[in-house]
């Protein structure tokens, strides 16, 4: 622990044995009596700003990106960790990116579902695969924004916090193969099934994987990168069977390759960007607030979802116009 921990040290252990008036969720404390939590010194209701810190005064949990030099909230109280959300720090731009994407997605979902599939007389499966992407999508957003509101409640809510958005990442994958696989193999369904089985089984095997104890340290940040990059990449090995199966030049792989590429290519375009901290590495302390890696992250996921997603789209018109002979 560093800096001004002192001035913490009541909430930390407040939040270590739970009282009579409060209970836990996901490890996050939660006062059912407000006033009594203010007395206690836990938060202070006639306080309008919630303090933000340096890095070198905040605790090694929130520790990880020297790069982002302030703007840090730390042991915040599960009322302030909501209400943090309208305060300007360095978590404001991930919170809210990816608590709009859910809002896109949720758009989307019921969009698609009330006017767009109906349009092109799309079956009950249609509904069922879109919806099941986007429900998957908007899991993951909510799972991210969790992440990035309550980590700084407590070291104990942030690793469960940090749980719950790596679970998110792994279901929003599955929410890129399920509809993509879908229509590929549309009309080989023991390919299809196969596959869908196999990414199945990788997710939940990703899944167990977090049980080690060790696994949301930071000495295991690349392994954790590694696992997902391996998730991400797998789907590699069905777009070249899909291409050997059509033909190079079959109009459906015409049509679906350059858009499986360019989902790559934003992937990668994401990942060097989180992997090299760039753009604040070169600049500590001008991204704090805006414009660091990690939020250039969060927005590229946001348009690579939604890039997807209207590319699954064109795929399930063609699928409409063109069923299995």
């Known amino acids: 622990m560093m800096g001004r ?16 008036n409060s209970y836990s969720v996901l490890d996050i404390e939660i006062d059912t009596d407000l006033h009594e939590a203010c007395s206690s010194g836990l938060c202070d209701a ?3 700003e919630i303090p933000l810190y340096k890095y070198s005064e905040i605790p090694d949990f929130l520790q990880g990106n020297p790069y982002v030099v302030s703007g840090y909230r730390v042991s915040l109280p599960f009322n302030l960790c909501l209400k943090s959300i309208f305060k300007w720090n360095n978590e404001t731009v991930n ?12 758009y989307l979902l019921l969009h698609d579902n009330i006017i767009y599939i109906p349009r092109f007389h799309g079956s009950y499966t249609d509904h069922v695969m879109v919806s099941l992407g986007l429900i998957c999508y908007q899991f993951c957003m909510l799972c991210s924004t969790g992440f990035h509101m309550f980590a700084c409640h407590s070291e104990k809510a942030s690793k469960r916090w940090l749980a719950v958005d790596l679970a998110g990442i792994s279901i929003g994958v599955i929410g890129c193969y399920l509809p993509a696989v879908h229509y590929a193999f549309y009309c080989l369904s023991i390919w299809r099934d196969i596959y869908l089985i196999t990414i199945t089984i990788l997710t939940v095997t990703t899944m167990v994987i977090q049980l080690h104890p060790r696994y949301f340290s930071h000495q295991w940040s690349k392994w954790r990168i590694g696992i997902y990059m391996g998730l991400a990449g797998y789907g590699i090995i069905p777009t070249i069977h899909w291409i050997w ?10 049509l679906f390759v350059p858009k499986v590429t360019t989902i790559y290519i934003l992937g990668m375009i994401a990942l060097i960007l989180y992997l090299s901290k760039f753009p604040e590495r070169f600049y500590p302390g001008v991204f704090d607030f805006v414009g660091s890696s990690h939020q250039l992250w969060h927005i590229i996921v946001v348009c690579a979802f939604v890039f997807w997603h209207y590319a699954g789209q064109e795929i399930l018109r063609y699928r409409v116009a063109h069923p299995c002979v």
């Open 5 to 20: 921990l002192g001035n913490f040290e009541n909430i930390k252990n407040r939040q270590t044995v739970h009282t009579s």
């Open 46 to 48: 006639t306080e309008r």
């Open 245 to 254: 199966l059509n033909g190079a030049s079959a109009e459906i792989v015409q």
């Open 95 to 106: 919170v809210w990116s990816h608590l709009g994407g859910f809002f896109i997605f949720l």
